[in-house]
């Protein structure tokens, strides 16, 4: 059965810290693993990563993927109140008919 | 954008009442999805669909049904509620080339009294 595992499971920072968010996975016939950012309700997409050590960046946030290791980090820098979120990882088999696997969350909660 | 419309924010219902969570997306997207996210559970996959009147089983199906009639609607359907159906239900859409990408609606609250 895929598994994918994130830590912390919450954590709390002050405005401008940087955070490194973690990710790990056991994925039959891995393809790609994903995170996602879930403020109020609905997941918004953020990152898709297939390639080993190819750092992906969207202003303050930045992910890399390590295939060998079977983890995946998300670091956000200078943190601001409006990155409070839950952040989903999710890693995608090609194995089977679907097979999208996510983890259960981390709650980052920044205070000013 | 992709927009994925879920026809309700916050539900209430009874033990042992049909309930229906519609879900429309503009985007002429194949896929359609609902999970259901639970506290310390995480997102767990319910049915699926590929393509109209197609539908296939996730993790979850005990309890729900599904109806995909048009591309663009995908209903969740319990067909007797129960209170351990009390969850939030998130409908997703996504494309054929990547199916992973999922864009989500804004979700359901279903609470089952």
């Known amino acids: 059965e895929d598994k994918v595992v994130q830590s912390p499971l919450s954590l709390v920072v002050h405005e401008g810290d940087t955070v490194t968010l973690n990710c790990s996975y056991e994925?039959?016939?891995?393809?790609?693993l994903l995170w996602y950012k879930q403020e109020k309700k609905a997941p918004t997409f953020l990152f898709m990563l297939?390639?080993?050590?190819i750092e992906k960046k969207s202003g303050r946030l930045s992910s890399i993927l390590d295939k060998k290791e079977l983890f995946s980090i998300l670091n956000i820098t200078a943190t601001q109140t409006g990155d409070s979120a839950i952040y989903l990882c999710?890693?995608?088999?090609?194995?089977?008919?679907?097979?999208?696997?996510f983890g259960k969350g981390t709650k980052l909660s920044v205070i000013p | 954008d992709v927009k994925v419309t879920q026809s309700s924010r916050y539900l209430v219902k009874r033990t042992g009442e049909k309930v229906f969570l519609e879900c429309v997306q503009d985007?002429?997207?194949?896929?359609m999805f609902w999970y259901r996210q639970d506290p310390g559970l995480g997102l767990r996959l319910i049915y699926f669909?590929?393509?109209?009147?197609?539908?296939e089983k996730g993790d979850i199906p005990e309890g729900y049904s599904v109806s995909r009639e048009k591309k663009e609607r995908f209903s969740l359907i319990l067909e007797s509620a129960s209170t351990n159906q009390t969850s939030m239900y998130l409908c997703?859409?996504?494309?054929?080339?990547?199916?992973?990408?999922?864009?989500f609606g804004s979700g359901t609250q279903l609470s089952v009294l």
């Open positions: 997703a859409s996504s494309s054929p080339d990547i199916r992973e990408k999922l864009f």
């Open positions: 994925v039959t016939n891995f393809r790609s």
């Open positions: 297939t390639s080993s050590g």
């Open positions: 999710a890693g995608y088999s090609g194995a089977g008919s679907y097979q999208l696997t």
């Open positions: 985007m002429d997207h194949e896929n």
């Open positions: 669909s590929y393509d109209v009147k197609m539908k």
